[in-house]
Nanobody, 122 residues
Framework: QLQASGGGLVQAGGSLRLSCAAS????????MGWFRQALGKEREFVAS????????AYADSVKGRFTISRDNAKNTSYLRMNSLKPEDTAVYYC?????????????????WGQGTLVTVSS
């Protein structure tokens, strides 16, 4: 029900925009989030946006470089990633929370997309 896309290979300093398209149900009354998991590491929170896009939260490691947004009319959320670094390399997962407000813990999310791979070369 959540389809993440937009990943790929990019050089350090480059940009990508990830999309998370929802189908089968509306997620307009849920916060949306992005998480990532690098090889050999645990999944970590990246960003979250509340139900109407009015509030956002970011991991310290991406603050100022990444921007999360959503378009409820399209049932889609986005993660704009600028100034990418090799340490941003990971599989990125989008998720829909159980709640309206921003959420930074995995257990707060009910639906998960399949992930999209982002590789940043140095």
């Amino acid at each position: 029900q959540l389809q993440a896309s937009g990943g790929g290979l990019v050089q350090a300093g480059g940009s990508l925009r990830l999309s998370c398209a929802a189908s089968g149900r509306t997620f307009s009354r849920r916060a949306m989030g992005w998480f990532r998991q690098a090889l050999g590491k645990e999944r970590e929170f990246v960003a979250s946006v509340n139900w109407n896009g009015g509030d956002t939260a970011y991991a310290d490691s991406v603050k100022g470089r990444f921007t999360i947004s959503r378009d409820n009319a399209k049932n889609t959320s986005y993660l704009r990633m600028n100034s990418l670094k090799p340490e941003d390399t990971a599989v990125y997962y989008c998720a829909a929370a159980r709640v309206l407000w921003i959420a930074n813990a995995g257990y707060q999310y009910e639906y998960w997309g399949q992930g999209t791979l982002v590789t940043v070369s140095s």
